[in-house]
């Protein structure tokens, strides 16, 4: 593949600043990072697109954990098994992210989407304030669940990863919606470590568009999470709506045939 030209990097560079500040906040910017890379590297194959998108996030997402963990100090009894579980289903993913089509996913996915948007919308109450819904072992094994499934479809495919994390983590553990967005950051940080440990050695990462975005996507995370802890469960949960209907809107149109 052709190296981009410097208007396509300033461009992706972009994307990753919105994409990562969108992440911080509450997950979903692979809504944006995905598509702008397909568009601004048309010859590179799928399995690149995803890695160098793997490697951008990482860089966002750390920024974002580490200030959340700074913030928040959420319990490490429930984001290290949460963290383990992503990585090792982030990883399996990985393993199939090239044999399975995207048009496997997406009617899934929707219907996913249009389920937990109208849930939220509907219990107002939900994620105003943490009332764990499990205790003990129970909370534990709901936690490495969500890990782990969620982490399997971050590595086979990716948009959506921290949306899902955060709604599994209020409507399921039922977390507040500031907590969860903290713990959904620590997981997405590990799922995209673990996809990138298959990614690297198969040398499927673009290194040099990768690093451009990732400096951005570091930008938009520290950004993003410092807007999110300062503006409180209000404002993350109006900004989950608002990414959960742009994502019902991109693939339902992706589904239906619109786009």
Not at 33 to 43: D, E, F, R
Not at 110 to 130: D, H, I, K
Not at 149 to 161: E, H, M, R, S
Request: aromatic letters at 8%; proline letters at 5%; a positive charge.
């Amino acid at each position: 593949m052709d190296d981009p030209t410097l208007t396509v990097l300033a461009l992706l560079g972009l994307a990753a600043l919105a994409a990562g500040f969108v992440d911080a906040v509450v997950g979903g910017g692979g809504l944006i990072q995905l598509p702008a890379l397909l568009i601004g590297l048309p010859g590179a194959t799928p399995v690149q697109v995803l890695a160098t998108n793997k490697l951008s996030s990482i860089c966002g997402t750390s920024a974002a954990a580490a200030t959340y963990y700074r913030r928040i100090r959420p319990d490490p009894r429930t984001f290290g098994p949460l963290m383990l579980c992503a990585l090792g289903g982030s990883f399996l993913g990985a393993l199939v992210a090239s044999q399975i089509p995207r048009s496997a996913f997406e009617p899934i996915v929707l219907v996913v989407l249009v389920v937990l948007g109208a849930y939220v919308v509907l219990q107002p109450e939900v994620g105003e304030e943490t009332l764990l819904r499990f205790a003990g072992r129970q909370h534990l094994a709901a936690a490495m669940a969500v890990g782990g499934v969620i982490g399997f479809y971050d590595g086979a495919l990716g948009p959506g990863t921290g949306s899902f994390l955060v709604f599994a983590l209020v409507g399921l553990l039922g977390y507040d919606f500031l907590e969860a967005s903290a713990k959904a950051r620590l997981a997405n940080w590990a799922t995209n470590l673990g996809a990138l440990l298959l990614f690297i050695p198969t040398g499927a990462v673009l290194w040099k568009v990768g690093l451009v975005m990732g400096a951005c996507n570091l930008a938009g995370g520290y950004l993003g999470a410092r807007t999110a802890v300062d503006k409180g469960s209000r404002f993350v949960r109006g900004f989950f709506l608002l990414v959960v209907t742009a994502f019902i809107v991109r693939i339902g149109g992706d589904v239906l045939g619109v786009w």
